[in-house]
């Protein structure tokens, strides 16, 4: 059982920056990878960034230059740092992590999503 708990969304300009949130809590082994995915309007939802617990990260190709993803494994926490921002970066940005915990000697697999925080870029 894993919850995740989004921040950091809200309006911008275009060629402005924002910096997304999102912190896990629960009962877990571990958190292998943690990730943020995004769905605009009328299109399906796409991932966007992705890192490891060891801190390999993958990129959409959209996003290549202009977003970070980090994570702090201590705070069970991953950010993503959105810079030079445009109009089709607009979306519903969800939080995902994928792990194992313990159900007595037994570990499982679990993947959990975010509520989801919109970033909405426009003048």
């Known amino acids: 059982q894993v919850q995740l708990v989004e921040s950091g969304g809200g309006l911008v300009q275009p060629g402005g920056s924002l910096r997304l949130s999102c912190a896990a809590s629960?009962?877990?082994?571990?958190?292998?990878?943690m990730g943020w995915f995004r769905q605009a309007p009328g299109k399906q939802r796409d991932v966007v960034a992705t890192?490891?617990?060891?801190?390999?990260?993958n990129y959409a190709d959209s996003v290549k230059g202009r977003f970070t993803i980090s994570r702090d494994n201590a705070k069970n926490t991953v950010y993503l740092q959105m810079n030079s921002l445009k109009p089709e970066d607009t979306a519903v940005y969800y939080c995902n992590a994928v792990g194992t915990y313990y159900r007595g000697y037994v570990r499982t697999t679990f993947n959990s999503w975010g509520q989801g925080t919109q970033v909405t870029v426009s003048s």
């Open positions: 890192i490891t617990i060891g801190g390999t990260t």
């Open positions: 629960g009962s877990f082994f571990s958190i292998n990878v």
